[in-house]
């Protein structure tokens, strides 16, 4: 008897059609808005929702839905790139310390343990201390943060590949040990990783947003999520809006990634334990 397969939940096809907007606004955010993210208009400031400026406008008279879909390139970049950065980092880390013998493995463990020790606001203070302020000394900041723990998962499942019966036998066969790295090992290892870098992307997007709002990122006039909501927290008792609807985005966007990361992750389990 075949398997019934089963349909996508109610909550899952809300966060997809979430995420094909938010693809769009960043792909092609023209689609969306006929206005530019810096077109001011000085004569109408602060101006509440309405049926012409859907989200308001800021205190330069900037369309604010404008600012927000082409702030969604910026953001989204950010956490994607980071995580990104930070698998890659962290395939080199775990591998290394998994095939580099018991004292390797050891030093940078323990490396990594000191980096996860630190918290996290300290980590990238130090790390845009040393690359300056702006989306790159973020994004580095948000990877450098990640990749402690991506290299600990990489580095146990490596151990894993490493023991299985199929490594064995090419190394009963003389295979190059770099030769196995690449072909068995490697592959075998990145594949959770990807599933957990789905699952810690909107970790990745916030913690950008977040570096912006305190200045380390984007600067003003990037439409960027994190630097509107500093840019809004001025105008709260005149102009709600400005920081209300950059932020409700930033939220809908750290959930919709989160939900379908957690969705792939539970995918990826049942097909494990099947």
Do not use: C
């Amino acid at each position: 008897m075949s398997a019934v397969r089963r349909l996508p939940r109610p909550g899952l096809l809300v966060a997809m059609a979430i995420v094909i907007l938010i693809l769009l606004a960043a792909v092609a955010p023209g689609l969306l808005t006929s206005h530019g993210p810096a077109d001011g208009d000085l004569q109408a400031t602060l101006q509440g929702p309405s049926g012409r400026h859907w989200f308001g406008t800021d205190q330069l008279g900037r369309d604010v839905f404008t600012r927000v879909v082409y702030g969604t390139r910026y953001s989204l970049s950010i956490g994607v790139v980071a995580t990104a950065v930070g698998v890659a980092i962290a395939s080199v880390w775990g591998l290394v310390a998994a095939l580099s013998g018991r004292v390797g493995d050891t030093l940078l463990m323990r490396a990594a343990d000191i980096l996860l020790a630190l918290p996290g606001v300290l980590l990238a203070l130090m790390v845009v201390m040393i690359t300056g302020k702006g989306v790159f000394g973020v994004t580095l900041a948000v990877a450098v943060g990640a990749a402690p723990g991506f290299a600990r998962v990489i580095r146990a499942q490596a151990l894993v590949v490493r023991r299985s019966g199929y490594v064995n036998a090419a190394v009963g066969l003389g295979v190059r040990r770099s030769l196995i790295t690449a072909r068995h090992v490697l592959p075998n290892t990145l594949a959770p990783l990807l599933v957990l870098a789905s699952v810690t992307l909107g970790t990745s997007i916030s913690a950008g947003a977040g570096l912006s709002y305190l200045g380390l990122g984007a600067q003003a006039p990037t439409p960027e999520w994190g630097a509107m909501l500093t840019e809004g927290q001025g105008y709260l008792g005149q102009a709600w809006w400005i920081a209300l609807f950059p932020g409700l985005l930033l939220v809908a966007m750290v959930l919709t990634v989160t939900v379908l990361g957690r969705d792939a992750q539970a995918r990826s389990d049942t097909r494990t334990w099947s």
